[in-house]
């Protein structure tokens, strides 16, 4: 009874809801042609609208089933994107793709959510199916106010589903079976037409492939780099010698007792805080019987395993154990069973190493400090950029923390007048890598080849007209690669004169030297990094 009243005042013909179907609500204020154009987009719409017509129909005649329950619960969970919020934090814990992919995923979904409900809903107002069309016990009891067109679920479902696609193939598989039943959802409790959820979808996945643009997708888990075939095997580590960092590894447990366990023949020195890591290094090289030297540490310990290795023409082996761990990344070494596997079988690869000489105003040519870096050096504002993104990353991802790092550090930063390779100008910050790194015009998060004897430079220059504002329109566009404000190129030596007094450089991650002229180079001889071969470990690939 009380649904037959409810048809009767509403009036609802198959002629009427068509039309509601495809209607578009038309704002008084705009102009009578701009009217016109938009009544005859309307009426070319009308086919759209009686298919969705009728399928709203033919879904109201299902029979009543424990499906419609699920339908309500699933359409819920995904309020906010609730659902897929929970679902990252489960894939974050995953593996390393999985991770990647719950980040791009998350990034996505924030895309597509202000595409569809900042921008699409506000400028293309539609009516929602009427309550008459579905049963009263099947529709969602508190519906939607805004704009029918598109459907803010299905994009977000999608959105999330293709940016965990991009990192994790398999797990994405997983996913969109659910997404696709999110954006169906909304038709079966009769708040969206079906093209609304047809356009969501594709908005969202349009979206997830357009984070690319700011966030490229890693093609492969490790750099490329040539096969050194004179690395020893280790088996049980028998020759290795390993510094391991006391406070590394996971919370609660002592990384030396790990590694120990699963390298029983190793000698392992302790490294406490407070100890030199570089005598302790000279400990570990000079222990009879050593034929590698190792470290499990974060990137700065290995910059200095990676010195005192150069020094001693040793094999290195990198368990990665600390905060930072980007040259763990980069070579493809993330946990200890690889090492275990590794210098077991004698596998590693050529490796550069970066050298910095920082002269000061009463030093000579030969009296500069020699720095040796695996990933990077800095000066400016990038090493405060780096500290601020990593310290961020963890809750917004990588390219959101990046953007406002850089953004806040150019707010603060001061220009630094200097003398790069004899030509002169201001920067902001100047970055140099050990290699080139991608990528191109962004901030940079990994290197493709660990081999190819080159420096990456890359800076901000200040001596252009809103060079800040500039920068930071170009990154946030996706564009800062294209910017006059923007200079990168590759080099084997690179030559910086410092204009205004001596400035700290960062090198991986911690501020090492000051000096007035900065001489950047590559290593004449590379250090072979253990490496497992992952063609001959087919059985320990991630099912990721």
């Known amino acids: 009874m009380l649904r037959r009243r409810r048809a009767r005042d509403a009036q609802v013909t198959p002629q009427s809801a068509a039309r509601a179907a495809a209607d578009v609500v038309l704002p008084h204020t705009i102009t009578s042609g701009a009217r016109a154009g938009l009544r005859r987009s309307r009426r070319s719409l009308r086919p759209v609208g009686r298919l969705d017509r009728r399928l709203t129909t033919a879904i109201g005649r299902l029979p009543r089933s424990s499906v419609d329950d699920a339908m309500l619960a699933l359409t819920r969970s995904a309020n906010h994107s609730g659902l897929w919020f929970a679902t990252a934090s489960v894939l974050v814990a995953g593996s390393r793709r999985t991770r990647r992919g719950a980040m791009r995923g998350l990034m996505a979904i924030g895309l597509a959510s202000l595409a569809a409900n900042g921008l699409l809903k506000p400028l293309v107002p539609r009516r929602r199916p009427a309550a008459d069309l579905l049963p009263v016990e099947r529709a969602l009891p508190d519906r939607p106010t805004s704009s029918s067109f598109p459907s803010g679920h299905s994009a977000s479902a999608m959105a999330f589903a293709v940016g965990v696609a991009m990192e994790s193939p398999r797990t994405g598989l997983v996913l969109a079976p659910l997404a696709a039943t999110v ?7 009769g708040v969206h037409w079906s093209s609304d959820v047809a356009v969501g979808s594709v908005l969202g996945a349009g979206v997830a492939l357009l984070t690319r643009r700011w966030l490229p997708v890693r093609p492969i888990d490790e750099a490329v780099a040539r096969p050194w075939a004179g690395a020893p095997e280790l088996v049980d580590g028998d020759g290795l010698s390993m510094v391991v960092n006391s406070g590394s590894g996971r919370p609660g447990t002592d990384p030396v007792e790990e590694i120990a366990e699963a390298l029983p023949k190793a000698h392992l020195v302790r490294l406490d805080p407070g100890d030199d890591l570089m005598a302790l290094l000279r400990e570990a090289a000079d222990h009879p ?32 154990a600390g905060t930072l761990n980007h040259f763990g990344r980069d070579v493809g070494v993330y946990d200890l069973q690889e090492v275990v596997d590794a210098t077991g079988s004698g596998e590693a690869v050529a490796v550069d190493i970066g050298e910095l000489q920082a002269y000061s105003a009463s030093t000579g040519p030969a009296g500069g400090e020699r720095v040796v870096f695996v990933n990077t050096a800095s000066f400016g504002g990038y090493p405060e950029m780096v500290r601020e993104r990593e310290r961020w990353e963890d809750h917004w991802g990588k390219w959101p923390a990046a953007s406002a790092a850089l953004i806040r550090t150019l707010v603060r930063a001061r220009p630094i007048r200097c003398r790069i390779d004899g030509d002169t100008t201001a920067v902001w910050m100047l970055f140099v890598g050990n290699g080139p790194y991608a990528p191109s015009g962004m901030a940079p998060s990994y290197r493709p080849r660990l081999d190819s004897g080159l420096l990456e430079v890359r800076y901000l220059r200040a001596d252009r007209r809103f060079s800040r504002a500039r920068a930071v329109v170009g990154l946030l566009l996706g564009t800062l690669g294209h910017t006059r404000t923007y200079v990168e190129h590759t080099a084997t030596t690179l030559d910086v004169e ?11 991650g911690e501020v090492m030297v000051a000096g007035e002229r900065l001489c950047f180079s590559v290593a004449d001889h590379p250090v072979p990094v253990y490496r497992r071969d992952e063609s001959r470990w087919p059985e320990r690939t991630s099912p990721w």
């Open 183 to 189: 954006a169906y959802s909304r038709v079966h409790v």
């Open 498 to 508: 410092l204009l205004d007094g001596p400035v700290e450089v960062a090198t991986d």
């Open 289 to 320: 019987g050593t034929q590698a030297l190792g470290i499990a540490g974060g990137d700065g310990s290995v910059a200095a395993a990676a010195r005192m290795a150069e020094d001693l023409d040793l094999p290195l082996a990198v368990m990665p």
